[in-house]
């Protein structure tokens, strides 16, 4: 069975700082990968995915994500935050075969500081 | 391309009434997803339809919650009775076929009093 853990539930970064937000995956297989964001009262929107291949994804809005299989790792970065940036995210891992099913991690509230 | 479609967008009832939430997803997408999130905590996975069928409710409380999605294309999540700790965001998302991205809507949040 997959699981997905996010270390830090609340982070804080000063605006124009770099960021990375953690996330640990267990799967018995490589996983796809994939981050989310979440504004307040919104859905859910894809920030980026990996399936194979390059192990750094980029994606939307300046960010990117690295997988490391030795450390079961799949961290979001962005080398300077913008005060937009200030949301939910949130690792999620799917499952390779099967119904494709999605485990999500229990979030980061990232705060920017003006 | 129009994405998820949900409503209502908040809902407020008293426990023991009844609820539905309505879905509709991305045209062509043939998965469409149920979630439960809960204040401080990530989705959790309700129920996943492929087609009109299901493939996995194995988390869906079936005393009190249904869903059906008679056409294969949009759905109903339905809550009778509702208890408390039902107060949560209910999100849908849907997919194509095999292992493409969902694509979420905006959530109906639902308080019960």
């Known amino acids: 069975a997959q699981s997905v853990t996010q270390p830090d539930i609340h982070i804080t970064v000063s605006e124009g700082a770099s960021l990375e937000l953690r996330c640990n995956y267990s799967?018995?297989?490589?996983?796809?990968l994939f981050w989310y964001v979440q504004s307040p009262g919104q859905g859910l929107q894809l920030l980026l995915k990996y399936f194979s291949g390059d192990t750094l994804v980029q994606g939307i809005k300046g960010f990117e994500a690295e997988f490391k299989r030795s450390q079961s790792s799949f961290n979001l970065r962005k080398p300077s935050v913008h005060w937009s940036d200030a949301a939910e995210y949130f690792c999620a891992v799917g499952a390779t075969s099967g119904t494709y099913k999605y485990i999500f991690g229990t979030g980061t509230r990232l705060k920017v500081l003006a | 391309e129009a994405g998820v479609a949900q409503s209502p967008r908040y809902k407020i009832i008293e426990k023991r009434q009844s609820v539905a939430f309505w879905c509709n997803p991305i045209s062509g997408h043939a998965t469409l997803y149920w979630y439960q999130q809960i204040l401080g905590q990530g989705p959790k996975l309700l129920i996943q339809?492929?087609?009109?069928?299901?493939?996995?409710d194995s988390q869906l409380p079936k005393d009190r919650f249904s869903a059906e999605r008679l056409k294969g294309v949009d759905s109903t999540l339905k809550i009778q009775p509702a208890k408390l700790e039902d107060s949560a965001v209910y999100l849908c998302?849907?997919?194509?076929?095999?292992?493409?991205?969902?694509?979420f809507g905006d959530g109906t949040r639902l308080s019960i009093l």
């Open positions: 998302a849907s997919s194509g076929q095999g292992h493409q991205p969902q694509h």
């Open positions: 339809f492929q087609n009109n069928g299901v493939v996995d």
């Open positions: 799967y018995g297989a490589t996983p796809y």
